[in-house]
């Protein structure tokens, strides 16, 4: 076997490269040193780019202090965290050095530059939406979100400053919902736009409603003042807004507000204001519905409190317009045409063409018809809404009667005396019932146990009421009787209805002489008047707030003439009633003040010129038809014998101190003495 040839090796000679490689592996320390010699360290850090901080620019203007100094506020600047040295790391690749950027420190602005700054930003917002509110519509979410502000100062004046914008760019309609318009509606561009504001305004619109009825009931438990001054701005901006736009969106809500407060027995600046607001709203309203949303809510606030309440509450029912103010009828005889000067309408006379003359008739005969259905239709709402308004009241006057709540049982008998014209026909034997258990209910209320039942109950349900006057309650009850008949067709159809009132003139015959010695005959809750030094309420403090009177519209003199007037003035009286009467108000007319001396002398006048030929004989002495003695305290009309007696009271009135009674006597014989 051959063997194999061994391969030659060759020897290569090193190159530089590898004898640098060798000798610097080889070479000392000093060739190290050599090396970092040549490393300019300074000139790489010189060349190195820099990043520069910027300070922060103050953008913020100069306040006067309260010593009058003008200082500038300086943003304050967070400290820089120290940088790593360069020189502490060895390394050849050493990292760049991170900059800390300053954090951001809020700056606490001082209450009252606040204040200022909310006050020229709502100046501001509130100048724009004056100006072009359909160009600034979002001025009114801003206008929110100031008003939620925490600062009670920076609320009223946000509150306050929406009131001003809201009245002035409410329009005169109400805006329909977003949901009643159709979407799919092909609209021109400008009305897009005149939608898209509408509802701007109504979403801030409805914001401000409901933040106005979340401060209004922050002054039922007021935690500070600062919180009961939110409180009362607000209900003050809800009261001029409800008188200044009624017609637009969301006027249940301002009505509510109100309610919630008049369900407080606390009677104050506010309660007052909102009484008073109702009462102008029932007294403005022309088309009914304020005043119907207005009766619902109440009725329903007085039903679920079971009607504890103050009876100023329910008094504004008297108020309200309910179909007083309708249209009169025309005459079915003639036409009422405006006159005309034809001598003027020749001379502007224009000439016309058939077919122009033709046009315009006919647009005059389509105008007439729209001109007429308006009408129909609204005089049609209008007597409908009245209708339910009217049935409301009913419905509440009836409920408090049948609970026999004491102190609104005046306000009650006040409202069904005012619209007793309108009650139903039907209602009328139940309503007498009524009224004839009231009658004795009140007169009994001078006995000891049924004033410790109305104090205990003033002191449970009504702090600040005082006790209902009986006498006048029961001519409440008198007066409202013969209202019922006072109607167009109640009178005729009273015999039908078999209506009876001889309970309620024999009660207010019974009752003259009372009512002539009542030293507040003619006064009324608005009258000026000192205390009772000798009262058991006296020795009490009593508030500056306190209702001392239940019934506040008519005084008690004016009830009793128009009783006597409803009982006496009817052709169909018969003579003994009639010299009854005329003997005892002689009898009164010298007991009661001079005022309302004079108003019975003048009802006697108008009495003596339907039924003086039916009393003549009470002024002849010779002419007596009765025998015995006349009894002026007897409780019977026909049993009291009044032409046994003679109208001696007319001599001692002669004499009186004012001389226009004195007067007033001499015409009554005067005309008696004609009448003969």
């Known amino acids: 076997m ?13 190159t530089a490269h590898v004898e640098d490689v060798s000798s610097a592996k080889t070479s000392t320390p000093d060739g190290h040193l050599s090396r970092i010699a040549g490393w300019d360290l300074e000139q790489q850090y010189e060349q190195r780019p820099r990043k520069q901080k910027k300070d922060a620019e103050s953008t913020r203007l100069p306040i006067k202090t ?3 100094r003008i200082e500038r506020l300086a943003v304050p600047v967070a400290e820089q965290e120290s940088e790593d040295s360069i020189l502490d790391s060895g390394s050849e690749n050493a990292s760049d050095i991170d900059e800390v950027e300053p954090a951001e420190v809020t700056v606490e602005v001082p209450v009252r530059q606040q204040i200022v700054n909310a006050k020229e930003e709502l100046a501001r917002i509130g100048t724009l ?11 009114f979410r801003k206008l929110a979100e100031i008003a939620n502000s925490a600062n009670p100062t920076i609320k009223r004046l946000a509150l306050a400053t929406q009131l001003a914008v809201y009245k002035d760019v409410i329009p005169g309609y109400r ?10 509606e092909k609209v021109s561009k400008d009305v897009r736009r005149l939608r898209s504001y509408e509802q701007a305004l109504v979403s801030g619109y409805q914001t401000y409603v409901k933040e106005l009825a979340k401060s209004a009931k922050a002054c039922r438990d007021p935690s500070s003042e600062a919180v009961a001054s939110v409180s009362t701005v607000a209900i003050s901006c809800a009261c001029n807004l409800l008188l200044a736009v009624p017609h637009f969106n969301f006027r249940s809500e301002l009505i509510k507000i109100l309610v919630d407060k008049l369900s407080s027995r606390r009677r104050d600046d506010e309660f007052t204001k909102c009484l008073e607001t109702l009462e102008q709203l029932f007294r403005d309203d022309e088309d009914g519905n304020p005043s119907l949303d207005g009766v619902n809510q109440l009725s329903r606030m007085m039903k679920a409190r079971d009607y504890r309440i103050d009876e100023s509450v329910l008094n504004t029912f008297l108020h309200l317009r309910l179909l007083s103010e309708l249209s009169s009828r025309g005459s079915q005889n003639r036409v009422d045409k405006p006159a005309s000067d034809t001598a003027k309408l020749k001379a502007k006379r224009e000439f016309r063409t058939k077919k122009t003359r033709k046009l315009l008739k006919e647009r005059k005969a389509v105008e007439k018809e729209f001109s007429e259905a308006s009408a129909i239709v609204s005089h049609e709402e209008r007597d409908r809404l009245q209708s339910e308004t009217l049935k409301q009241v009913f419905v509440t006057y009836f409920r408090i009667l049948k609970t026999r709540i004491p102190t609104l049982t005046g306000a009650v008998l006040e409202g069904l005396a005012k619209y007793a014209h309108l009650i139903n026909q039907d209602f009328f034997g139940d309503l007498l019932e009524v009224l004839k258990d009231l009658i004795p209910t009140s007169n009994d209320t001078h006995e000891e146990d049924e004033e410790e039942e109305q104090e205990e ?21 008198t007066t409202t009787a013969f209202a019922l008949l006072e109607g167009q067709d109640a009178a005729r159809s009273a015999a039908s209805l078999n209506l009876d009132l001889t309970f309620f003139t024999a009660h207010l015959y019974k009752a003259l002489h009372s009512y002539a010695l009542n030293p507040d005959i003619e006064l009324s809750a608005r009258s000026l008047r000192l205390p009772d030094p000798y009262s ?17 519209l008519k005084t008690p003199s004016v009830l009793l003439l128009r009783a006597l007037g409803a009982i006496l003035r009817p052709r169909s009286v018969p003579p003994l009633r009639v010299a009854a009467f005329v003997k005892q108000l002689y ?4 007991q009661l003040p001079e005022k309302s001396a004079q108003a019975v002398l003048a009802l006697l006048h108008q009495v003596l010129k339907l039924h003086g030929r039916k009393v003549a004989a009470l002024w002849n002495t010779e002419e007596r038809k009765g025998d015995g003695v006349f009894d002026a305290v007897r409780g019977d009309v026909e049993g009291s014998n009044p032409f046994a007696g003679t109208i001696w009271e007319g001599e001692l009135l002669r004499c009186h101190y004012v001389p226009a009674v004195r007067e007033g006597v001499k015409g009554v014989e005067k005309l008696v003495r004609d009448v003969k």
Do not use: F, M
């Open 2 to 14: 051959a063997i194999a040839r061994p391969v030659k090796r060759r020897k290569l000679s090193p």
């Open 457 to 477: 109950y003033d002191s449970q349900y009504n702090p600040q009421s005082t006790s209902q006057d009986p006498l006048r309650a029961s001519l409440l009850c």
């Open 66 to 68: 309260a010593e009058g």
């Open 175 to 184: 805006i329909r919902p977003h949901d009643e318009i159709n979407k799919d």
């Open 587 to 590: 009898i009164c007319a010298i």
């Open 536 to 552: 058991p309420a006296a020795s009490k403090p009593v508030p500056a707030t306190t209702s001392h009177n239940k019934v506040n």
């Open 129 to 139: 939406l004056s100006e072009d509110p359909e160009e600034h519509a979002s001025g």
